[in-house]
T-cell receptor, first 113, second 112 residues
């Protein structure tokens, strides 16, 4: 069974702090997606990483795909209250023939003003 | 506006009373999927469809049915709901399997 483990599950920080969320697996993924979900809404895609070692930046958010394509991280610099939400990673298994995305259990982030 | 719509957004029902949650997308996507989201368990796939008339089971299909008679619609049917199906349900669509998924706003279902 392919699993994606996210850590930490909960994170409560003050505005201006930095944080990193991890997404780890023992399986290889052909791509990794990161979503953010706000209360009362569906998840929205932030980024897709497809190449081992790839780093993508989206304003204050930095995403990295591990060299072995088994893990990924999301780093937020100078967090703001607007960053509050549930962050989900989702991977497409390397040998998938169904296109099924495997989701991590999510990281709930609270940024206090 | 490109979107996935779900109805109803909230539903409270009783055990055994058949219900349908509708899902529609206006992006001409081939791939559609249903998920349930429960605390601590993340998003679990119920059923998916790679194209019209092609559906298959996800991780937690028991107690659910789907159909894909048209490309844009993918209703979720609970023939005899039970309390363990109380959850937050999301419909999603994507251009093809494995691509970015566009999620609907969710349907919060309570079965008493």
């Amino acid at each position: 069974t392919q699993l994606l483990e996210q850590s930490p599950q909960f994170l409560s920080i003050q505005e201006g702090e930095n944080l990193t969320v991890y997404c780890n697996s023992s399986s290889v993924f052909s791509s990794l997606q990161w979503y953010r979900q706000e209360p009362g809404e569906g998840p929205v895609l932030l980024v897709t990483v497809v190449t081992g070692g790839e780093v993508k930046k989206l304003k204050r958010l930095t995403f990295q795909f591990g060299d072995a394509r088994k893990d990924s991280s999301l780093h937020i610099t100078a967090a703001q209250p607007g960053d509050t939400g549930l962050y989900l990673c989702a991977g497409l298994a390397w040998e998938s023939n169904t296109g099924k995305l495997i989701f991590g259990q999510g990281t709930t982030l609270q940024v206090k003003p | 506006e490109a979107q996935v719509t779900q109805n109803p957004r909230y539903l409270i029902t009783v055990t055994g009373k058949k219900l349908t949650v509708t899902c529609s997308q206006n992006m001409n996507h081939e791939y559609m999927s249903w998920y349930r989201q429960d605390p601590g368990l993340g998003l679990r796939q119920i059923y998916y469809s790679m194209n019209v008339e092609v559906t298959d089971k996800g991780d937690v299909p028991e107690g659910y049915k789907v159909s894909r008679k048209e490309k844009r619609n993918f209703p979720l049917i609970l023939e005899s709901p039970s309390p363990n199906q109380t959850s937050l349900y999301f419909c999603a669509s994507s251009y093809r399997e494995g691509f970015e998924q566009y999620f609907g706003p969710g349907t919060r279902l309570t079965v008493t």
